[in-house]
């Protein structure tokens, strides 16, 4: 009753801070607490001081070793940094806690060497005072210098376990009952700080831990049972990200989820929050939030049954980085029931998990994602179980391939959105990347990819580039079009141009930003490179559409160093693997450079774009590699900008691969005949013809659509020798642009 009617009275939330914010801003952790500490009754869950659970762990092996002199060393440093946490606060009384807490793994470490023995129970021993330390500075702190009224809780008291040692498993009825019973006399307005992480086995009374993610566990397990209003788990960055940072600079936080998108996020490598802690939470419906300690201010992630609608459709794309995949075919393997369950059976009995099933409609074949350290296992293991099929011919020889990465793509309102699966592998196949394996599920939450290990970053950025740049896709489910992206730029001038004024025809024109720009033998880049000292924009580009590129007017501020177009085209490649932003990547040739040419091959087999007017092009059109790529030829198309818009149809879809020849005096044309000619294709069941007159006076041209369903004639009487191609590029585009998506 008691417990009831603290529950129904106060308002409970559960806050966790994990080891970096312990260990780097216990004083600021203090501060966050005596802030909630209001009318809310909090509960704190708190992990060991950054590194010191792997330094007991450290130390406690090299005690068994019978290391003495490294074991004294370590042990220094462990003592070394709590006293002077401990001297900061200033209290007596808790210098003899502390005293005694280390004295305690002074003596545990003393038998560890005298028995040369380190079992699963005394490890969990010796790392149980990670946490039992730095709760018992927290709540000195907040008694003594944030006037807090604070009291520390051994977790051990009330979490109970089985006797899996450094892998425990939470008994919920036990556990429930001993924590109600706890937690009853909570109303007083006291601030519990909770050891995360440890518990005690319900059989022999040890202490145990809980495994990876144990301290959120315990805020989640305690959150559950107690009904608080909310789970706060403060980390180091400011919630869930739409992708790893370190792999996608551009990655943003995610403002909403749902209990199911973050398990899946999780299980996928996002390391802010573990997958078991949303079960005990999802279970009672309590939300929880990811909040920075070190901007609390920031609203974070929060996550909860029904999330807010999403701006995206997608929600995160995040990786393993290193997997294998064990490949089980054989035309014989078709139709016949029990060979998926021998193949899962044989590898559940060595405890070998599966991360990815991929299997055929056919059932020619079955993939399976594992870890890598079990894949000789594995296939050994197979290998033996489907030993008679294979000597028969039956079942071809177990595959086993390595050095490979699982991409996941992660939204519950997928489903909802016709052709996100088509637009996921046509941007992978446009960049190059070969997807191994494919998975699905019915619910469509998840979308898995296993592609080569090399791959796995090119692979995060293009797709995070296609869904989660400014408006990139439409909420419509019937209308899932890849919307304008920020064109990044490269130019190369010809002798006789003037940067400044072509820079100022660009200025505020779509969403163009120039990368770089090479001429007269200098080279200009709006971003750091060798030999490169510029100011005005960021040493590392966090995104193509917030640097602020080269143009008119910091043209003079940047630095035009002496440069080669060996150099120009080296730096670009590098910039375009470094932001990773390949899709939007568009070279402009304006120049009569001869040597400019022979470096367009790299950019095209890498799925850039290649808008170009050099005179020199046609010396070296047949080495091209045209297949993944984007390509506009033109000779003389007379503003910059008409180019990129160009090339801006090319990248939105409209317009794959264009040829585009004008009459010149001194090109010869398909045997002398005044005609221009712009083909394109934009996929396999469409081409698009634009032909004027039989002289370029006439002033008619017509453009013919051909398509599987339909053949269209386009007819106009403007004077299109005035105009120029990009004006038919646009009409072009005005027609195509909503009948083909």
Sequence with gaps: ??????????????????????????????????????????????????????????????????????????YTALVSRHMSVCKDIGSQQLETDINSLLNEIKVVLEGIRILKELSGRTLDLIMSFGERLSCTLLTALLREKKQVQAEFCDARDFFVTDGNFTNAKINRTETEQKVKEYFKFQADGTVKVVTGFIATSKECQETTTLGRGGGDLTASVLGSILQASEIQVWTDVNGVLTANPNQVPSATVIPTLSYEEAMEISYFGAKVIYAPTMAPAMRSKVPIRIKNTFEPTAPGTLIRQHPDKPAFKIRAITSIPDVAVVVLAGSDMVGVAGIASRLFSVLARELINVILISQASSEHSICLAIDPKSGQRAKQLIDEEFEREIEKGHV????????????????????????????????????????????????????????????????????????????????????????????????????????????????????????????????????????????????????????????????????????????????????????????????????????????????????????????????????????????????????????????????????????????????????????????ALASPCRNVTVCYGTSPAESEFSILIETDDETTTMQSSENTAVRGPSYILRKMSNYLRHPLH
């Design 396 to 679: 071809d020889e177990v595959q086993l391939l390595t050095d490979l990465s699982v991409i996941a793509v992660i939204g519950a309102q997928m489903k909802t959105v016709p052709g996100i699966a088509g637009l996921i592998t046509t941007v992978l196949g446009e960049q190059g990347i070969n997807i191994v394996a494919l998975a699905q599920g019915s619910s469509e939450l998840n979308m898995s990819i296993v592609v080569d290990s090399h791959n796995e970053t090119p692979a995060l950025q293009c797709v995070h580039q296609t869904f989660f740049n400014t408006g990139s896709l439409v909420s419509e489910p019937r209308h899932l079009l890849r919307a304008k992206n920020s064109l990044h730029c490269f130019l190369v001038l010809g002798d006789s141009i003037d940067p400044q004024t072509w820079l100022s025809a660009l200025d505020n024109r779509l969403t163009v930003k120039i990368g770089g720009v090479f001429h007269k033998g200098k080279a200009t880049y709006s971003f750091s490179s060798a030999g490169n000292n510029n100011t005005v924009s960021p040493t590392r580009v966090v995104r193509c559409a917030s640097i602020p590129g080269v143009n008119s007017s910091n043209w003079s501020e940047l630095t035009h160093a002496d440069s080669t177009i060996e150099e120009f085209y080296k730096q670009l490649n590098e910039h375009r693997s470094t932001v990773g932003n390949m899709v939007d990547c568009v070279l402009i040739d304006q120049s009569n450079n001869n040597d400019s040419p022979k470096h367009y091959n790299h950019l095209l087999s890498s799925g850039g774009v290649i808008v170009s007017a050099n005179s020199s092009l046609w010396k070296y059109a047949n080495k091209f590699n045209f297949e993944d790529s984007s390509f506009i030829w033109s000779t003389s198309i007379p503003w910059i900008a008409d180019s990129v818009l160009a090339a801006l149809l090319s990248q939105r879809g409209a317009i794959k691969k264009v040829i585009l020849t004008e009459i010149s005096p001194d090109i010869e044309l398909f045997d002398g005949a005044y005609e221009i000619q712009l083909k």
């Design 1 to 74: 009753l008691q417990f009831l009617y603290f529950i129904a009275h106060y308002n409970m939330k559960v806050l966790k801070f994990g080891g970096t914010s312990v260990g780097k801003a216990l004083d600021q952790v203090a501060d966050i607490v005596a802030s909630a500490a209001g009318d809310d009754a909090i509960v704190v869950v708190a992990s060991a001081l950054s590194g010191v659970t792997d330094l007991l762990v450290k130390v406690a092996n090299l005690a068994k070793a019978q290391n003495e002199s490294e074991v004294q060393t370590e």
